[in-house]
């Protein structure tokens, strides 16, 4: 069973940052990408950013330019830094786990509330 420990959510003012944390329970260097996306109440589950194992990345068009995801596979940890933070940007977020054929596992998600 995959298993992904997020961490990093939380509440922030508009204009702020805050930076996601997940480690998957196996090797990352194993996965064929990973990434993030985001679910807002009544809204379909979106693509946030995905980076793959060979680094290519990719973001969702509402957040090029202030997010930007990241690995450190010394820590076998992914990131995604959050910048210049709008309330639109409020959801749930989730870590994933995806091979060719598309998503295979979600992280339990972690809550993002951009509000003043």
């Known amino acids: 069973q995959v298993r992904f420990v997020e961490s990093g959510g939380g509440l922030v003012q508009p204009g702020g940052s805050l930076r996601l944390s997940c480690e998957p329970s196996?090797?990352?260097?194993?996965?064929?990408?990973v990434g993030w996306y985001r679910q807002a109440p009544g809204k379909q589950r979106e693509l946030v950013a995905t980076?793959?194992?060979?680094?290519?990345?990719n973001y969702g068009d509402s957040v090029k330019g202030r997010f930007t995801i990241s690995r450190d596979n010394a820590k076998n940890t992914l990131y995604l830094q959050m910048n210049n933070l709008k309330p639109e940007d409020t959801a749930v977020y989730y870590c994933?786990?995806?091979?060719?054929?598309?998503?295979?596992?979600w992280g339990q998600g972690t809550q993002v509330t951009v509000s003043s």
């Open positions: 994933s786990e995806s091979d060719y054929n598309g998503v295979y596992a």
């Open positions: 196996g090797s990352i260097f194993d996965i064929y990408a």
């Open positions: 980076m793959t194992n060979n680094g290519k990345t």
